[in-house]
């Protein structure tokens, strides 16, 4: 089991990515595209949405009670979130980039 300091450690690194992101998009808006925050963005926004996930699953899938789909959900959660941020780097690298490609979908 983890103890309270793991749950003030996930909520802390949860505002954290939230907070991080702030920046992240008001730069866009007011710089355009750029390949640094297109490369931030690939990583804390999946980041930030892997720890609220998480949280779910700890509140809905408790592992005390079931054990293994707890564990077979947190593997799909880590699965998923890894295939997330290959999939913004390729993104980033070889196409428009999050940053251009949301600025193309607010001005249509």
């Known amino acids: 089991m983890q103890g309270y300091a793991y749950g ?3 909520w802390n690194m949860e ?5 991080t992101l702030i920046p992240l998009i008001t730069t866009q808006f007011v710089y355009g595209a750029h ?6 963005m690939g990583v804390v926004l999946p980041y930030h949405v892997y720890m609220g996930f998480d949280s779910c699953i700890t509140d809905y899938i408790p592992r005390r009670n079931y054990p293994r789909l707890h ?3 947190n593997w799909t959660l880590m699965g998923t ?10 993104f980033n690298t070889n ?3 999050i940053t251009e490609f949301l600025q193309r979908l607010f001005a249509a």
């Open 81 to 90: 979130t890894g295939l997330v941020m290959w999939g913004f780097y390729e």
């Open 35 to 40: 390949p640094i925050v297109d490369g931030l």
């Open 8 to 10: 003030a450690h996930h």
């Open 15 to 19: 505002r954290a990515s939230a907070i």
């Open 95 to 97: 196409d428009i980039g």
């Open 71 to 73: 564990q077979v959900a």
